[in-house]
């Protein structure tokens, strides 16, 4: 819906960073009523069709593109109040609407529906296929004046207290701006231009995510039998691993196989022959290639970190005229498919604020910075505490680190790890771990409930592994690490 905003109110704003969060907010923003100009730095070209954009999704600067996504639930509700026409366009083209039920195990005896799981669909889909219909969408945005191959050098600021931003230098030239937005993603180069206008130092944290990726897309052939529906997505640990099997758009599959990365054994999954042989490996990973025709080579992606960067520091914004979204705010371990829900939660936010207080900019900052506390930090210090139990297993099992450490019995919360084994046999539990991936519900209101409390419990009496997959031997393992 377009805004009557009257232009004396309107702002020029510049966005650094054409990505998913840089879209998003370029077409939130211009149908408010401001002028919008998107800087970008590679030459992304628009691709005729789907499969022609996934055949050059690939580029060095942005390796995640080419990794696992999925849209969960949270980033799927923004969607379809704040821009349903870009969510119309995804399932024209072939992303995968995909409703709670189809994800239940088969050891959940209950799967009867219950009111609210309607809020909890996601959406599958390769990342391409998303950036080429929201590159279509802003191409066609009256208000946004898109810039391809123009790379952001510095800023442009006015001396104070803070310095106000006004701007941004680039290799062809100024852009002046009332805004500019930073969704130049998790290797943002803005804190080092921060420092040269002369602002203190944001307040930054970060965390090891410890693993590296390693994926394949796959075809299933048009009259194979498949071990489970196209929607299938499941993310095991293994014992040395993490493997992967996720659905996508138009019945395209991806597998992944995400060791350790500090593991020079997995080194050699660059080769598609070795892939296959380690995911042949697992009897239910076998099944599936058994039906299917690979699409692509072997994408590789080294360790990320779970980064958390703030823009107030002390209750005071570093700069005035500035905003971060995306994963120039928080980036997190992509397993659990967070990155979009954030992105569009930041853009919506920004609009948001913008709205509210779109004459002052101090006020901006605070607003932003607190809807930051309110709907990043909590998925932020939640995936820190995933990633480090995960990471204390593996380094457990193959460096032979000390044993981790394991949630006291008396606590009066669950952890992830309880959720996702309970969550294999109590629906209530399975609803809840599901609310926390979805970003419907806070992680520490989840982990907290009493309810969920007590039926993980009485689950974890009986069961202490939700898994049933076989797994390798550490010599079947080698030995196809090494073929």
Avoid at 170 to 181: E, I, R, S
Avoid at 226 to 241: A, K, M, N, S, Y
């Amino acid at each position: 819906m377009r805004s009557t905003k009257r232009e004396e109110d309107a702002l020029r704003i510049v966005i650094v960073g054409g990505g998913a969060a840089g879209a998003f907010a370029s077409l939130l923003l211009a149908r408010a009523g401001h002028e919008i100009v998107v800087l970008e730095q590679d030459r992304l070209e628009p691709a005729p069709d789907v499969e022609a954009a996934a055949a050059s999704a690939f580029r060095p600067t942005a390796p995640q593109i080419v990794q696992p996504h999925i849209v969960m639930a949270r980033c799927r509700e923004l969607l379809l109040e704040r821009l349903p026409d870009v969510y119309q366009g995804w399932l024209d083209a072939g992303v995968a609407e995909v409703p709670l039920g189809t994800q239940m195990p088969a050891t959940l005896a209950d799967t009867a529906t219950r009111p609210g799981d309607e809020r909890l669909t996601m959406l599958m889909t390769r990342r391409s296929t998303i950036d080429w219909v929201l590159q279509r969408a802003v191409l066609a945005e009256p208000g946004v004046t898109l810039r391809y191959g123009v790379r952001a050098i510095g800023l442009l600021a006015m001396p104070g207290t803070p310095p106000q931003v006004t701007g941004v230098r680039t290799d062809q030239g100024d852009f002046a701006a009332d805004l500019v937005v930073d969704a130049s993603g998790r290797r943002s180069p803005f804190d080092h231009w921060l420092a040269e206008i002369g602002t203190q130092a944001t307040a930054r944290s970060w965390a090891e995510c410890g693993v590296a990726y390693f994926s394949r897309y796959y075809r299933p052939r048009p009259t194979a039998k498949l071990p489970g529906p196209p929607t299938t997505r499941i993310v095991q640990g293994r014992d040395e691993f993490t493997v992967i099997i996720c659905g996508a758009d138009n019945g395209v599959m991806q597998l992944v196989v995400a060791p350790l990365a500090a593991d020079r054994r997995f080194r050699t999954l660059h080769d598609p022959a070795v892939f296959t042989a380690v995911l042949r490996t697992i009897p239910a990973y076998a099944a599936w290639l058994d039906v299917m025709d690979p699409i692509s080579p072997v994408f590789a992606m080294g360790a990320m970190h779970n980064t958390m960067r703030r823009l107030v520091v002390d209750s005071a914004p570093v700069a005035t005229g500035l905003q971060a979204i995306g994963d120039s705010v928080s980036a997190t371990n992509p397993t659990l498919g967070r990155g979009l829900s954030l992105a569009l939660s930041g853009a919506a936010d920004l609009a948001d604020t913008i709205r509210q207080h779109g004459d002052d900019p101090t006020a901006q900052a605070l607003e932003m910075d607190g809807l930051v506390a309110e709907h990043v930090v909590p998925f932020y210090e939640d995936q820190v505490s995933i990633d480090a139990v995960r990471l204390a297993t593996l380094r457990h099992t193959i460096l032979d680190a000390p044993t981790p450490d394991r949630a006291p019995a008396g606590s009066d919360r669950v952890t992830f790890e309880q959720l996702r084994t309970a969550a294999q046999f109590d629906p209530t539990v399975f609803r809840a771990l599901w609310r926390i991936m979805g970003m419907i519900g806070q992680p520490d209101e989840v982990y907290t409930d009493p309810q969920v409390i007590y039926r993980t419990r009485q689950v974890l009496q009986h069961h202490t592994n939700g898994s049933s997959m076989t797994q390798p031997t550490r010599e079947q393992l080698l030995a196809a690490l090494t073929r």
